[in-house]
């Protein structure tokens, strides 16, 4: 909604009031656990779906789409309710005593067997889960994730087949002239898209 109201594809008051909306409704009616919320709900309920799971990953990106509308609207409602939303997110509970991220939770098997251990779109939701005021990993989480290199025809970088899972954090996170002690994260998924480019 940010997006498409800076593009002109939505009013930028109407798309406020959808934010604001969507917004309420997470922090009300919105089935929840911990702060994260189920893969499908009902859209009139906000209740869990069949025996879908809490998803670690679809509720940080929700959560940094939060963020980002909070941020860009400058409204005073909006800004309570994205950090009321990112604040309540426990994610040392979704770390289950590792320090990897779970994929998820169901009520029935408790933490689903895998884990966000490798580089991915992830990103993003490391580095809420870091920066979190409340529940906050450690940078030790950060350091762990596997960053596995490799090379497809001239493009070399660190691997991770589908090409969403290089972009999606880009949408929330400028990634410019930034790196750390693994990698500058621009260049690799500039890399990735040439790769993949050059694949098709």
Same mark, same amino acid.
């Given at each position: 909604? %940010? %997006?498409?109201?800076?593009?002109?594809?939505?009013?930028?008051?109407?798309?406020?009031?959808?934010?604001?909306?969507?917004?309420?409704?997470?922090?009300?009616?919105?089935?929840?656990? @911990?702060?994260?919320?189920? @893969?499908?709900?009902?859209?009139?309920?906000?209740?869990?779906?069949?025996?879908?799971?809490?998803?670690?990953?679809?509720?940080?990106?929700?959560? %940094?789409?939060?963020?980002?509308?909070?941020?860009?609207?400058?409204?005073?409602? !909006?800004?309570?309710?994205?950090?009321?939303?990112?604040?309540?997110?426990?994610?040392?509970?979704?770390?289950?005593?590792?320090?990897?991220?779970?994929?998820?939770?169901?009520?029935?098997?408790?933490?689903?067997?895998?884990?966000?251990?490798?580089?991915?779109?992830?990103?993003?939701?490391?580095?809420?889960?870091?920066?979190?005021?409340?529940?906050?990993?450690?940078?030790?989480?950060?350091?762990?994730?596997? $960053?596995?290199?490799?090379?497809?025809?001239?493009?070399?970088? !660190?691997?991770?087949?589908?090409?969403?899972?290089?972009?999606?954090?880009?949408?929330?996170?400028?990634?410019?002239?930034? $790196?750390?002690?693994?990698?500058?994260?621009?260049?690799?998924?500039?890399? %990735?898209?040439?790769?993949? $480019?050059?694949?098709?």
């Amino acid at each position: 909604l %940010a %997006a498409g109201a800076e593009r002109g594809w939505i009013g930028k008051d109407a798309a406020e009031a959808q934010v604001k909306t969507t917004l309420e409704f997470f922090s009300g009616k919105m089935e929840s656990e @911990h702060g994260f919320f189920y @893969h499908f709900v009902d859209m009139e309920t906000g209740k869990r779906f069949r025996d879908s799971e809490l998803s670690s990953i679809d509720t940080a990106l929700f959560l %940094a789409g939060a963020l980002t509308a909070a941020r860009y609207f400058e409204n005073p409602e !909006i800004k309570g309710l994205a950090k009321k939303l990112y604040e309540r997110a426990d994610w040392k509970w979704m770390a289950n005593g590792s320090l990897f991220l779970s994929m998820g939770w169901t009520p029935e098997n408790n933490f689903l067997p895998h884990a966000w251990s490798d580089y991915n779109e992830s990103l993003v939701m490391y580095i809420l889960a870091m920066g979190s005021p409340t529940f906050p990993l450690t940078a030790e989480s950060w350091t762990a994730i596997r $960053r596995t290199r490799g090379k497809y025809k001239d493009y070399e970088l !660190i691997l991770s087949p589908p090409l969403f899972t290089h972009q999606f954090s880009h949408a929330f996170i400028d990634f410019r002239n930034k $790196r750390d002690a693994f990698a500058d994260y621009f260049k690799n998924s500039v890399q %990735a898209t040439l790769a993949n $480019r050059q694949f098709c």
